[in-house]
């Protein structure tokens, strides 16, 4: 089976009005690798997996599977081919327990059977090595790294031959990752071929045998991962060499513009420290650990329980996020789909729905303002889009995380929480992104940042508060910065 072609794509081109998304690409598959498919935000990734699935049609092109060749498929026949697809956002039934959502669509005859639903769910978890999961746990209550590994074991059902998984540590931690990786191996062990898309290079020369690399719609090559670099695929990606992973802030911190004393809330406890104009403060810890909690307090979107927040040195109380943005706090939220933006509505009126405030005059909104504000945030952030009325759903990852930061910035706050701004970002994209941030700091912001990322943490902050368990664990100056460190505060361990 070793070389064994199992998936050929010929010539596969898709065009969008204005946008072409896959460009004559043609590409190989084998059976019982790891092979990762890597690109910049818009080069193409998604829509050929969408192609892969079933989900939408070539214009153009081939897609092969050993001896069978279509012109394009039909998620059913997608599906008899024995492929299977973990997206970025869980496709899964909430409400439904973990035995329910693995067997999900199953022919299970007139009745079904729940014993041999959870039986069989018992053994594939076994198989792949999962023994904190429990069948009959809802999906509503797991958390996001639990969900990914229930995406899993619902594809291992369906007997999967080829699976692509779509940035599926993004909400995992360290640790959790390691135990993805295993399974992955064992999935690959059994012959499965796993197409695996990630921003996080660290990541694919642990777990991938080839890795092929798109750049704008094209096909650009495929590299055997054990005989590339990181600065190869990323030249490779970009088409041309990136320098500095990190810009140099060319500031210092100035005034204290936020101060939280003995703040409890949303699971947090008595959390207090300060954030200066010009700085940015890196916010630490574990999944779990209560980051984006003590966010969604900051911004009204949950109760303050306990304690006091300042701004500009003065008290503040924000019931709903309306208070926080005119209290000059922005919030840009790690879910940008659920959280962050309006997908069916246009980039303009996605760049302006928090400002109509001030770009409306006795309550109607000034078109000609609201249109002048989506092309300054357009143009400085370089949203690619080919009009501000295209809807944002049909951007790529990282231009509908610049419209998130657009909007934001366009309520004009002054501190500015990003919480995992470059998660399911490629490396371009994030190099714009801490441009932006320093460039914030440099105007005199003050950020909050949340993330995962330890080399973003240790490269982007000026400090670094850690949370474990909803309270702090510590705080460290960039003087004492290392990854150890981080570690060892995150897990409680002093």
Same mark, same amino acid.
């Given at each position: 089976m070793k070389d064994e072609t199992v998936l050929s794509l010929r010539h596969l081109t898709k065009r969008y009005p204005g946008v072409t998304a896959?460009?004559?690409?043609?590409?190989?598959?084998?059976?019982?690798?790891?092979?990762?498919?890597?690109g910049e935000n818009g080069a193409g990734k998604s829509t050929l997996i969408k192609a892969i699935a079933g989900a939408l049609s070539p214009d153009e092109g081939e897609i092969i599977f050993r001896d069978k060749t279509y012109k394009?498929?039909?998620?059913?026949?997608a599906k008899h081919e024995n492929v299977e697809v973990i997206y970025q956002e869980f496709n899964l039934v909430e409400s439904l327990s973990v035995a329910?959502? @693995?067997?999900?669509? /199953? !022919?299970?005859?007139?009745? +079904?059977?729940?014993?041999?639903?959870?039986?069989? %769910?018992?053994?594939?978890l076994a198989r792949m090595g999962i023994n904190n999961l429990s069948p009959d746990m809802l999906v509503r209550d797991?958390?996001?790294?639990?969900?990914?590994?229930?995406?899993?074991?619902?594809?291992?059902s369906r007997q999967a031959k080829i699976l692509v998984m779509d940035e599926p540590s993004a909400p995992?931690? @360290?640790?959790?990752? /390691? !135990?993805?990786?295993?399974? +992955?191996?064992?999935?690959?062990?059994?012959?499965? %071929?796993v197409i695996y898309i990630s921003h996080r290079l660290e990541e694919?020369?642990?777990?991938?045998?080839?890795?092929?690399?798109?750049?704008?719609?094209?096909?650009?090559?495929?590299?055997?991962?054990?005989?590339?670099?990181?600065?190869?695929?990323?030249?490779l990606m970009v088409g041309r060499e990136l320098t500095n992973s990190y810009p140099v802030k060319n500031c210092t911190a100035g005034e204290e513009l936020l101060r939280l004393e003995n703040v409890s809330g949303n699971g947090d406890k008595d959390i207090s420290f300060s954030l200066c104009r010009g700085e940015i403060l890196g916010l630490a810890g574990l999944v779990g650990a209560g980051r984006t909690e003590l966010a969604r307090v900051l911004f009204g979107a949950d109760s303050l329980d306990n304690g006091n927040i300042y701004m500009f040195g003065r008290k503040i109380k924000n019931h709903l996020p309306g208070d926080a943005i005119r209290n000059g706090l922005g919030l840009i939220p790690e879910d940008r789909k659920e959280q962050g933006c309006f997908l069916l509505k246009p980039v303009d009126w996605n760049c302006s729905i928090a400002s109509l405030r001030r770009l409306s005059r006795r309550g109607i909104v000034q078109h000609a303002q609201e249109n002048?504000?989506?092309?300054?945030?357009?143009?400085?952030?370089?949203?690619?889009?080919?009009?501000?009325?295209?809807?944002?759903?049909?951007?790529?990852?990282?231009?509908?995380?610049?419209?998130?930061?657009?909007?934001?910035l366009a309520t004009q706050s002054e501190v500015l929480i990003f919480d995992e701004p470059t998660?399911?970002?490629?490396?371009?994209?994030?190099?714009?992104i801490y441009k932006l941030m320093c460039e914030l700091a440099e105007q005199g912001k003050a950020i909050l940042m949340i993330s995962s990322d330890m080399q973003e943490l240790l490269g982007m902050s000026d400090r670094i508060i850690v949370l474990a368990e909803g309270r702090m664990a510590g705080e460290l100056q960039r003087s004492e910065f290392s990854q150890q460190r981080v570690l060892e505060l995150a897990s409680g361990m002093c």
């Open positions: 896959l460009d004559d690409v043609s590409l190989d598959f084998r059976a019982g690798e790891v092979h990762a498919l890597l394009s498929l039909t998620p059913l026949e329910e959502n @693995v067997c999900f669509g /199953e !022919k299970t005859g007139r009745f +079904v059977d729940y014993k041999a639903m959870k039986r069989k %769910t018992l053994e594939i797991l958390p996001p790294s639990h969900k990914q590994l229930v995406e899993i074991a619902k594809s291992v995992l931690s @360290v640790n959790e990752v /390691e !135990k993805m990786f295993d399974i +992955v191996r064992k999935l690959k062990k059994d012959g499965v %071929t694919l020369f642990e777990i991938s045998d080839r890795v092929s690399v798109m750049r704008d719609g094209r096909y650009i090559t495929t590299k055997n991962t054990n005989e590339t670099t990181p600065k190869e695929l990323i030249a002048n504000l989506a092309v300054k945030y357009v143009d400085m952030l370089s949203i690619k889009t080919p009009t501000l009325q295209q809807l944002v759903k049909n951007l790529s990852g990282g231009n509908q995380q610049k419209v998130v930061i657009a909007k934001t998660r399911g970002i490629d490396v371009g994209a994030k190099q714009e």
